[in-house]
C-alpha cells in the first residue's frame, strides 16, 4: 500500500505543475469539473498562490466542497 501511496503522490505532483502553467482561470475551470477528492489532492500537490488561484474558478458550492475536503486531508 505505501508504495501505490507513493506513486499516487508523484503523479499527482506531475499533474499539479501541468496545472500550475496553465493560466488559472482555464485550470480553475477544468478543475471545478472534476470530482471533489480528486480536485482537492490535486490542489493540495499545489503551491498556495497557484492552489488559490484556481479554487475561485468552480462555482462556490463546488468550491466548498473542494475546501471541506482539502481541509479534512491537513
Known amino acids: ?3 501505490a501511496l507513493k506513486k499516487e503522490n508523484e503523479a499527482a505532483g506531475k499533474l499539479a505543475s501541468l496545472y500550475e502553467k496553465m493560466k488559472p482561470e482555464v485550470a480553475g475551470g477544468i478543475i ?3 470530482d471533489p477528492a480528486f480536485a482537492a489532492s490535486l490542489l493540495l500537490s499545489m503551491k498556495g498562490d497557484s492552489a488559490s488561484a484556481m479554487l475561485g474558478a468552480p462555482d462556490a458550492q463546488k468550491a466548498y466542497a473542494i475546501t471541506v475536503l482539502m481541509a479534512e486531508a491537513t
Open 1 to 3: 500500500a505505501g508504495e
Open 32 to 34: 471545478g469539473g472534476m
